[in-house]
């Protein structure tokens, strides 16, 4: 009985993270007009649900495999590979017929980001790099409280910027490049 409640426990918890996470692509794409096609809870393997009903235009769902879940998004190449949709002409309500700050909006949906800049000769003062540990604390704290989805602290230097600008590359390289944990930071922290 214990091993069942626990059992239940754990998939109680991901389900809240997973709805608060998919809720966020679900948000910004909704915000910017964009048909949302689905929103599971778990997976519909199959095309079998416990649970499905239609609201808004999008079809709710909760399947019957307890691994994840998704928000199936019109006119994005997602895990369904529906490429034969790729082949018509976007329509207004499609992914792909927006602008690419709204695209990343929606992309970015489950991941808040709390970035800052500093100039080089700065980054690696004594005094930042203590507010480095300290915000980086703080997202991952919002983030283990699982109301505000989750939190990465970004900071990136004008060299840093640059030479990534250069390089072409995307608002989110960016972010995977520059996103500072808590580990990294109490390394470079020598007392």
């Excluded at 030479?163 to 390289?173: E, I, V």
Aim: with cysteine.
């Amino acid at each position: 009985m214990v091993i069942f409640i626990k059992t239940f426990q754990v998939i109680l918890a991901l389900s809240v993270l997973i709805i608060i996470h998919e809720f966020g692509h679900y948000l910004w794409a909704r915000l910017f007009k964009i048909r949302v096609e689905k929103f599971y809870l778990f997976f519909d393997l199959g095309g079998k649900a416990l649970a499905r009903w239609h609201w808004g235009g999008t079809e709710f769902g909760i399947g019957w495999l307890p691994f994840g879940g998704y928000c199936k998004i019109a006119g994005m190449i997602d895990e369904s590979m529906d490429l034969e949709q790729m082949k018509q002409e976007p329509k207004p309500w499609e992914f792909r017929s927006h602008p690419a700050w709204q695209r990343l909006l929606v992309m970015a949906g489950g991941v808040n980001y709390l970035v800052e800049t500093k100039g080089d000769e700065r980054v690696q003062d004594r005094n930042v790099q203590r507010k480095r540990l300290a915000a980086t604390e703080w997202c991952r704290k919002l983030t283990d409280t699982g109301l505000a989805g989750e939190w990465q602290y970004v900071i990136v230097s004008e060299n840093s910027f640059y030479g990534l600008q250069r390089a072409h590359a995307t608002f989110a390289d960016m972010m995977d490049r520059c996103t500072i944990n808590t580990a990294t930071v109490q390394g470079e922290l020598a007392f």
